[in-house]
T-cell receptor, first 114, second 112 residues
């Protein structure tokens, strides 16, 4: 099993550009989530999904969109990138549909917005 | 706002010594988890302790949970240089399904 995979590993954007961060898992987990990690801030939840077709907002959802059309994939879209979105983004999945149990993390995507 | 606060923010010890990290949180929880993050990598789950448990062991790791004080501690015994990493606690708030809330982490450095 590849576990949780994320692409790209690193991306540079200009302010106002859009992009999609990809996340896929091959563990048949219903629960998937996106976090951003900033220095001194720990991880903050952006959006999460408890199954295909079901998404909900986390702590810092503004500026980000998600959709979940399949169990395997959970892309994160930045519609108009801002410098404040410079961060490291982690995708995670869990065998628990509540998301309360162990979460398995991807390797992260480093995003720089100029 | 952050649910968990970790103490200390940074810890430097010699190989063979024990390392203790603390986590405090604000609301009632279902469980509390500890994760490790090596530099530039994703987080790896270490251990989960449920709200009705007081202590749990896994290899060289010992976790305690005091729900009356809303606090937890992670003890790593006989530390090795390979334990150098950041350690995060994460709580599952009791009435907030679908969320794990992470603390800011403790940066552990184990010197050979």
């Amino acid at each position: 099993n590849a576990g949780v995979t994320q692409t790209p590993k690193f991306q540079v954007l200009k302010t106002g550009q859009s992009m999609t961060l990809q996340c896929a898992q091959d563990m048949n987990h219903e629960y998937m989530s996106w976090y951003r990690q900033d220095p001194g801030m720990g991880l903050r939840l952006i959006h999460y999904s408890v199954g295909a077709g079901i998404t909900d907002q986390g702590e810092v959802p503004n500026g980000y969109n998600v959709s979940r059309s399949t169990t395997e994939d959970f892309p994160l879209r930045l519609l108009s990138a801002a410098p404040s979105q410079t961060s490291v983004y982690f995708c995670a999945s869990s065998y628990s549909t509540s998301g309360r149990e162990t979460q398995y993390f991807g390797p992260g995507t480093r995003l720089l917005v100029l | 706002s952050q649910q968990g606060e970790e103490d200390p923010q940074a810890l430097s010890i010699q190989e063979g010594e024990n390392a203790t990290m603390n986590c405090s949180y604000k609301t009632s929880i279902n469980n509390l988890q500890w994760y490790r993050q090596n530099s530039g990598r994703g987080l790896v789950h270490l251990i989960l302790i449920r709200s009705n448990e007081r202590e749990k062991h896994s290899g060289r790791l010992r976790v305690t949970l005091d729900t009356s004080k809303k606090s937890s501690s992670l003890l790593i015994t006989a530390s090795r240089a390979a334990d150098t990493a950041s350690y995060f606690c994460a709580t599952s708030p009791y009435n907030q399904g679908g969320k794990l809330i992470f603390g800011q982490g403790t940066e552990l450095s184990v010197k050979p």
